[in-house]
């Protein structure tokens, strides 16, 4: 929450929190939306894709400790006849305060360096490699990194869909030197399948040199309920591992998964959540976890307690040293 700005008049909040409070603080016209949150140390950083050019840029908001910064454009929108737009960003911060964000434009990955000694942002560089046919988009990109710059980035890629292939998109990745703004000149695919159907929504977590990667994945039941697979790397994203399947469909066949979530804790555990529709693709969702034991994963469990028809979905996930900690929209009230 923004400490400088007054909360909406009327908006309640829940036990133990503070007012709602507004970050962009731009009066004219425009849509704030897509906002991403990274905390390391005493740095929170927020990113969010903003209108107020004429074309979304990224814009951030960057404090430590409770000083807060003033928001600043990373890559302000530019309305031209080719139109550059900064969408669907994500953010990492350092203990050093050195901070990292990739965001989509129409077609490419790119991906920026804040500086905390010149408080600026760096030129974003390109991290997707080989999509030059018309119908290969990249889009939704996830970040990690190690804490000193070693970064992994993922994303949605449709590089090998196509009328003539069949197939829909795939969850690739590279890895990118924060401190030289270089990334790897090939990027990897995550998931191992051929099948027809879109992998989609990826998200990512990193601890030390493990990283891990979940997505949406139809390769079993098709499209009308995906499931969420992960796949485990030892080695900084450099070479993925199998794919797993996390969620777990009952009898019928029929339960969907969707929207992940990926993090460690501090002492390694591994967590994912989803949202899960029972017995049909169009039962109202409940919110679902599941911990990663040995090459496999635990049975999932319902984490919400929500009545009966009542829809909670798209869950966010954290975790840190007392456990893992889940929140969702919920439609109870």
Known sequence: AHPAAAGPPGVPSGPGWAPARPLALDSRPSLQSEAALALAGPYTLIGWSDTRDNASGLYTLFWEEEEVGEEQPARAGRPTFENQMAQTPAVVVERSGRAFAVYADEAQIYLLRYDPALGRWSEPVQVTRGLEEWHAVARAPQLATDGAGDLVVVWEDDRNSGSESGLGSDIYATVCDGAALVCADQNVRVNDDETDGDQRRPQVSR?????????????????????????????????????????????????????????????????????????????????????????????????????????AQAPVLAAGEAGGFVVWQDNRS
Do not use: C
């Open 207 to 311: 601890q030390g040199s493990q990283v891990a990667v979940v997505w949406e994945d139809p390769r079993e039941i098709g499209w009308e309920a995906p499931q969420i697979y992960g796949a485990l790397s030892e080695d900084g994203g450099r070479a993925g591992g199998a794919n797993v399947r996390g969620s777990a469909p009952g009898p019928g066949g029929l339960d969907s998964a969707a929207h992940p979530g990926v993090a460690h804790a501090a002492d390694g555990t591994l967590f994912a959540t989803w949202e899960q529709r029972t017995g049909s693709s169009t039962a109202p969702a409940d919110i679902y976890a599941a911990r990663k034991q040995g090459s496999g994963w635990e049975a999932p469990q319902r984490v919400d307690r929500a009545p009966a028809r009542t829809r």
